[in-house]
């Protein structure tokens, strides 16, 4: 609806695509390095991220807990 009242005007995708008129496809994508996985999980699952990197940090604390215990 916005788009209409902008004056754009719309094809329906079947259309498009039959036609050949969508240009070129994209190529594919580059998989993705283990920092930016992490980031997307930061954003897409929040609870899982979160979830941990608490245990990696009560691990570690309890690791330096250990060692300040000999």
């Known amino acids: 609806m916005t788009g209409k009242?902008?004056?754009?005007?719309?094809?329906?995708?079947?259309?498009?695509?039959?036609?050949g008129a969508g240009g070129s496809t994209d190529p594919e994508p580059e998989p993705l390095s283990t920092f930016d996985e992490i980031l997307?999980?930061?954003?897409?699952n929040p609870v899982a991220f979160y979830g941990g990197a608490t245990l990696l940090a009560g691990v570690i604390g309890?690791?330096?807990y250990k060692l300040v215990q000999r």
Do not use: Y
């Open 62 to 64: 309890f690791g330096v």
């Open 40 to 44: 997307l999980t930061r954003f897409t």
């Open 5 to 19: 009242k902008l004056g754009l005007k719309f094809q329906k995708c079947s259309k498009v695509m039959a036609s």
